[in-house]
């Protein structure tokens, strides 16, 4: 059954739109709530971190945690599921841009504006210029970031859509009427060629979920019971990753081919799968530029996802919003010093376990950390082993706490 779906443009007469549609051709909304409600009755995961993975920036530590690929793995699998049904629906929201071109039997609709229009369209519902402005580059950052990480790509691209329509002063109406006039088009039919295009998207999402829950972040494609993997750095042992690669796809119902390829943008840094027992949300905050990314490059060989920051102001506004599981953490630094950060740290994040790492540090220093709840107390010049077993024995004091609550 032949559908739509429309990417959101803040600020534009896109309620009108879907009201209008949805009565005239009598079509079921499908939100990206619903799609967050759906996956999270699917597989158990936490609503509010499903929107994070949407809405949210992709965190810093994704890297090591490959926690947004395989969010979206899933939201494919669910959306994939939905566009089996028998229903006709208007999807609308950021979910659209993850139905596929070849997927021909929905209609993938942008209505656009320019800035300034989309502002003084807002300013009708009572907001100050202020509000507005910050409400408008709110969302455009949350859109553009998400079709970003998907497809590189800025979110109001056309390349994106098979129809952009420009608002130009136009209401809710001669816009719909616009959209009907492709949707009544041959082209938007549900086909065995489209239904192929759904099915495909079903065995990527399955395929990746599974190659992501061993940690295996590469490139999918599938056509009927043939899967492609990519995979985009160099690789000590192919062939072995390659029987690897082939055994886990093949767990995937009606996978019977696997090829791998490698990317065009291939290169010679070494390949190496994700490790997810091992600590891969780690801070380290030390004013010594040097000595962080030499460190941090260390422990990142180790398989200790590590991330750095320079002062503890920056260090206090990343744990704001993107919480490290592990601190380590410098105590003489300019502005606001360790033990201070260790203070608000507890206060703001108080599971996120601290090491202190420090060259300059006293007798007393060691007492009040501890007191503040640091978890371990090390001195410069460090020895990397004796750090990263400290990472993993608070990284492991973590997990056994998550058991026990």
């Avoid at 929107?51 to 969010?71: A, H, I, P, Y």
């Amino acid at each position: 059954m032949s559908s739509i779906a429309l990417f959101p443009c803040l600020c534009t007469p896109n309620a009108g739109i879907i009201d209008e549609l949805s009565t005239r051709l009598d079509l079921q909304v499908y939100t990206d709530d619903n799609l967050i409600n759906d996956t999270s009755n699917r597989f158990g995961n936490d609503e509010a971190n499903l929107k994070k993975m949407m809405f949210g920036k992709t965190s810093v530590f994704n890297q090591f945690t490959l926690e947004k690929e395989r969010t979206v793995s899933m939201f494919r699998t669910v959306l994939a599921e939905k566009l089996q049904e028998q229903d006709r629906y208007l999807f609308y929201g950021f979910h659209t841009l993850l139905i596929p071109p070849d997927v021909s039997e929905v209609l993938r609709v942008l209505v656009v504006d320019t800035r300034q229009s989309r502002i003084d369209c807002c300013q009708k519902e009572g907001l100050s210029i202020k509000e507005v402005k910050r409400k408008v580059r709110m969302h455009d950052v949350s859109a553009y970031s998400w079709s970003d990480f998907l497809s590189k790509k800025e979110a109001y691209d056309r390349s994106l859509y098979d129809l952009v329509l420009p608002v130009e002063s136009r209401d809710h109406k001669e816009l719909s009427d616009e959209i009907l006039k492709l949707f009544y088009t041959t082209s938007i039919l549900r086909t065995e060629k489209s239904q192929q295009g759904v099915r495909n998207l079903a065995t990527k999402a399955a395929v990746k979920r599974v190659l992501l829950e061993k940690g295996h972040n590469l490139g999918v494609t599938a056509d009927g019971n043939d899967i492609v993997i990519t995979i985009h750095n160099a690789v000590f042992n192919l062939g072995s990753l390659e029987v690897e690669l082939t055994k886990l796809a093949k767990t995937v119902p009606g996978v019977e081919n696997v090829t791998l390829q490698k990317s065009k943008a291939y290169k010679d840094s070494i390949y190496r799968a994700q490790k997810f027992e091992l600590p891969s949300k780690v801070l380290f905050v030390d004013d010594e530029k040097d000595f962080v990314q030499t460190v941090s490059q260390r422990l990142i060989s180790r398989d200790v996802g590590t991330y750095g920051v320079f002062n503890g102001e920056e260090a206090l506004e990343l744990i704001c919003e993107d919480t490290p599981e592990v601190m380590v953490l410098d105590l003489k630094m300019p502005g606001i010093n360790g033990i201070e950060v260790l203070r608000r740290t507890k206060e703001i994040a108080p599971g996120v376990e601290i090491i202190i790492l420090t060259g300059h540090g006293t007798v007393k220093d060691e007492r009040e950390c501890m007191e503040l709840g640091a978890f371990a107390y090390l001195n410069k010049p460090v020895d990397i082993e004796e750090l990263s077993a400290t990472i993993k024995a608070a990284n492991e004091k973590i997990r056994t706490d998550n058991i026990v609550t």
